[in-house]
């Protein structure tokens, strides 16, 4: 068996393959060129170079998850012009009486829900804006909240199908429908929500002090003045709702999860252009797909081929086994060996293409396993691990980046060192919790 691996390990196709692998991935973490532009050109190099042809590298690419990624996007661009976003952040603020530490807890309940329902970069984008119009008008500093809703972006994203694109890529691959991410993930993740949400208040909460009138002024803001379009913001609530109730009943309505995002994005179009003069609707259908990130979903397409080529020449095969001989076989070891190695990796690196490369090696260990279903919580380990890995350092995921970007351009600094040094514990216990809750649950 020994020499046989070492003999497939060392045949033309598996070197061509893995070193495109490696060598894409390099790239990517240098950040030195467009990662849409080295899984491009990685996926090439892989049907150049012979390890695919054509035919095999388009079947390699998961349509599920574009289509699904895309009719959201699509989806969110057009809702966020109504101000839906907005007015719920300030109501939320006022709520709690503009007190700052009431409003460090409500903006990470509503980036968690939001991040859940719709995609936590996307959540970030709406209520990062509306955060520095509350801080400032309480005369607070925004990095605690801003950190907050990083962490929380994270957490409530991973409760659900579409929150995270890991949690996509998971979900089309593995053929996991949204009630089954709700059921298994959503209890844990209310869990590790509730301590972030008592540890940010140790840590910074307590603290947060605001003079009378500045909370005067912040109780005296209109959220209704946030509101820009009514007929757009009905329609966002209508269409939102429809699509996730079609989520949920996904599997009784024969659809897959990409089916009910684009037609849901068709329908979102449509309504929103039907006020408006013909001459008019060219101009919008065209900014709403100006909202749908076609970068991340280039990315997608190329890396699906990338990963593809290493799966066809056995390098993810080869490592499953590795893997199983690692771990004697046990279904319980390997998913702890998946939750933690995948939450310190998705510290490090974007957890988006370890994804992408963990799914086929995890679907290589069924026959050693026991089949597809005890698989099941090996998927779980993975969503866990690379989502809430993600809130362990600055370039853990695309969120954490997007709101120090952000921040950065309104003069505020992100410092690695200092996020890291807050976020890598707090990251740690939350994959603790979540290992008690696969013990619990699962084993």
Known sequence: MAADAAAHATSPMFVTATAILIATYALIVSERVNRA?????????VIILGVLDQAEAIRAIDFNTLGLLAGMMTIVGVARKSGLFGYVAIRAAQMVRASPAGILVALSLVTAVFS?????VTTVLLLVPVTFIICGELKVPVYPFLVTEIFAGNIGGTATLIGDPPNILIGSAAHLSFNAFVVNLAPVIAIILTLQMIA???????????????????????????????????????????????FVFAHQLHLEAATIALTGAGVMML?????????????LVAHAFREVEWITLFFFVGLFVVVGGVEHAGLLGLLGHWLVDATGGDPAITAYGILWSSAVLSAIVDNIPFVATMIPLIKSLGPSLGGPEALVPLWWSLSLGACLGGNGTLVGASCNLMVAGIAEKNGVRFSFLKFSMVAMPMMLASIAVAQIYLMWRFF
Request: hydrophobic content about 55%.
């Open 271 to 283: 309504l929103e252009t039907l006020p408006h003069r013909a001459h008019k609707h060219a101009e």
């Open 37 to 45: 532009v080295i899984a491009l050109i990685g996926a090439g190099a």
């Open 200 to 246: 940010n208040h140790f840590i910074w909460g307590i603290r947060l002090t605001a003079a009378p009138e500045e909370k005067t002024r912040v109780m005296g803001l209109q959220p209704v003045e946030m509101i820009v379009d009514r007929w757009l913001l009905w329609c966002s609530l209508v269409i939102i709702g429809a699509v996730i109730v079609a």
């Open 116 to 120: 859940a329902f719709l995609d936590n």
